[in-house]
């Protein structure tokens, strides 16, 4: 899962590179191939398989990568699978949405996009 993490991050600190090369924005990311059915997933989840520990950082990590896929690709659709995370993640982690709006802020005021930063924001 920490790869996961460290995938976002490296896409996040190279994205502004990718468009500064004349890059189309749409050519960025691959949309994701398959779509998760996270009712499906909920529901497993509801009934205790897994541990928490590893449920709520994959349900952040779910959440993120498709709204890194509207941010960065003018996606609407990755926006909307987005926020179905956000909402199925949520009835199993309540603090979820919380937690959404912190991490979003840290991208927003470039914590992550330092790569000097790593060791001390994404420890694997």
Same mark, same amino acid.
């Given at each position: 899962? @920490?790869? !996961?993490?460290?995938?976002?991050?490296?896409?996040?600190? &190279?994205?502004?590179?990718?468009?500064?090369?004349?890059?189309?924005?749409? $050519? #960025?990311? %691959?949309?994701? %191939?398959?779509?998760?059915?996270?009712?499906?997933?909920?529901?497993? +989840?509801?009934?205790?398989?897994?541990? =928490?520990?590893?449920?709520?950082? !994959? !349900? @952040?990590?779910?959440? *993120?990568?498709?709204? #890194? &896929? =509207?941010? $960065?690709?003018?996606?609407? +659709?990755?926006? =909307?699978? %987005?926020?179905?995370?956000?909402? !199925?993640?949520?009835? *199993? $982690?309540?603090?979820?949405?919380?937690?959404?709006?912190?991490?979003? +802020?840290? #991208?927003?005021?470039? %914590?992550?996009?330092?790569?000097?930063?790593?060791?001390?924001?994404?420890? @694997?």
């Amino acid at each position: 899962m @920490c790869y !996961w993490v460290l995938n976002l991050v490296q896409h996040e600190i &190279n994205y502004h590179s990718f468009i500064a090369l004349g890059f189309d924005q749409n $050519h #960025f990311l %691959a949309r994701p %191939a398959e779509i998760i059915d996270y009712r499906r997933i909920f529901e497993g +989840k509801s009934q205790n398989e897994g541990a =928490a520990e590893l449920s709520f950082p !994959w !349900w @952040c990590i779910e959440y *993120l990568r498709h709204f #890194f &896929n =509207a941010l $960065h690709g003018r996606d609407n +659709k990755s926006l =909307a699978h %987005a926020q179905e995370g956000l909402d !199925w993640g949520s009835r *199993l $982690h309540p603090e979820l949405r919380q937690n959404r709006s912190e991490i979003i +802020k840290r #991208f927003e005021f470039g %914590a992550f996009k330092d790569p000097r930063q790593y060791a001390g924001q994404v420890n @694997c």
